[in-house]
């Protein structure tokens, strides 16, 4: 099923930025090491909490985060608008000794913008780049500007493959229609991606199957499971505005416990790993909405989450 249909997937969308198949460049140096950890040994992957227009405040985050985690996605958190762009980010964080995993959307930027960018990034040595098409700027506080939308998840991956790059991009397994979803990761790896960040909170049965299927029609795609986690009621009600389907109980039982951070760091660690005992998973990617004034303590928490798994050795 890989080639003609994920083919004529990838045709029809009239924003890909280019639709013949993507021949991506040779690998960077940092995009190489990266590929050779995944040939290793499964990674874990953590949100960088924004701190907004803050290099001090990033530096501070990256460092709870360094030696726990292998890599800090470094995402545009549509409640904090205002932010460095990704390559300096990218710098900053990689001076701490953690590896960055910038992304970039399609809302605020031209395809000209996205380019430059991307640039950037291959130019300060930032491994990988995660591509989504982006939220609406209305989800962020006191926003009423429009955005662009020159082009979509897809063509921005399509763009990223010519750089040299590590390339991921994002797929709901649990959202309808279910039965297309290995199609439309198979169609994302067509484009150019080389790792799928799965958004996944079902039953691992439901999970294992979107998996083996995904591998079937696109076996070079990497797959990493996406999973959530709070500290806090602020966080859980972020959370809660960007994350498809309910919260699962694991999730928010935690909030009940005399000690929060604690609890979800034990109640995720443990799904984790369950997550991780599926054949074809090759990481965890570990998502935590901070509330106001909470970024220090939510990467601190994700940390003790990295470190129980055996990220960052």
Known sequence: MKGPHAQSLLAASPRVASRAPVVPAPASLA???????????????????????DPDGERRLASALAGKVDLALLGDAPWAR???????????????????????????????????????????????????????????????????FELDGIGLASLAAQTGLVVSVAESSAAPPI?????????????????????????????????????????????????????SRAGAERLAAIWRGPLPAWVLEPLESRDPAGASISAVAEVAADRLGIDGVDGIALTAPAGADEELEVAR?????????GGGS
């Open 31 to 53: 995009a190489q090491e990266l590929e050779a950890l995944l040939r290793r040994r499964q990674v874990i992957v953590a949100d960088l909490p924004s701190p907004g227009p």
């Open 301 to 309: 928490a994700l940390a003790g989450v990295g470190q129980i798994l």
């Open 179 to 231: 039965h297309t979803r290995p199609l439309r990761a198979a169609t994302k790896a067509e484009a150019g991606a080389g790792i799928l960040f799965v958004t996944h909170t079902a039953d691992p049965k439901s999970l294992a199957h979107f998996v083996a299927v995904t591998r079937a029609m696109a076996p070079k795609l990497r797959i990493l499971v996406r999973l959530p986690m709070v500290i």
């Open 82 to 148: 205002l932010q460095l762009p990704p390559a300096v980010r990218a710098s900053i964080v990689a001076g701490e000794g953690l590896r960055p995993w910038a992304a970039l959307d399609c809302r605020d930027r031209t395809q000209l913008a996205l380019r430059s960018e991307l640039a950037a990034l291959a130019a300060v040595g930032a491994p990988a780049v995660h591509c989504t098409t982006g939220r609406p700027p209305q989800l962020a506080p006191g926003s009423e500007a429009d955005g662009v």
